[in-house]
């Protein structure tokens, strides 16, 4: 199973669209985002154009939760939001996910998942730690740091980063 791992698209609506075309084209079944969507038109965009499951955690940017919860709840019913992270298994691997770093090498050190993902300082970084991946995916809006984003095969434990 391939999932998209992507993080802090901060209402850029061009990379956003760019990064769905990419991980359309390269069949992922998931998504996973790391927060910091910022605003509801992302959740809008990413939920009619992915039509899999989209698993996302807040940031420190996401401000209106209302309004995001209530598109999960009236439009995009493929989005689901977790917080303050999220926990899924998903093709026999154990995934938490999270916006901040500080938690994200907190849940590796308890060694009870297979993938964790954080996101927040928007540097892309890969880890491995005992039996635990950790992946920051970069950030989608490219502010500070080239545009990036991960797609996660979980047959292989690999992790690839795109760019754009």
């Not at 927040?120 to 880890?127: A, P, T, V, W």
Request: with cysteine; charged share 20%; glycine share 8%.
């Amino acid at each position: 199973m391939k999932i998209a791992l992507i993080s802090d698209t901060h209402d850029n609506l061009t990379n956003t669209q760019r990064a769905l075309e990419i991980i359309n084209q390269k069949e992922a079944e998931a998504i996973i985002h790391c927060g910091d969507l910022c605003s509801p038109w992302i959740l809008k965009e990413l939920t009619t154009k992915f039509t899999g499951p989209i698993h996302l955690t807040f940031g420190n940017n996401d401000a209106d939760e209302f309004l995001l919860l209530e598109w999960t709840r009236t439009k995009g019913k493929n989005a689901k939001f977790y917080k303050p992270m999220g926990e899924l298994e998903l093709d026999g691997k154990k995934i938490a996910f999270t916006h901040y770093h500080f938690f994200g090498e907190g849940l590796t050190a308890t060694q009870k998942y297979d993938l964790v993902i954080f996101g927040h300082n928007h540097i892309k970084s890969e880890q491995l730690i005992g039996k635990t991946l950790l992946i920051n995916p970069g950030s989608l809006c490219g502010i500070g740091q080239p545009i990036s984003f991960a797609i996660y095969d979980t047959k292989t434990n690999k992790v690839t980063f795109e760019s754009f």
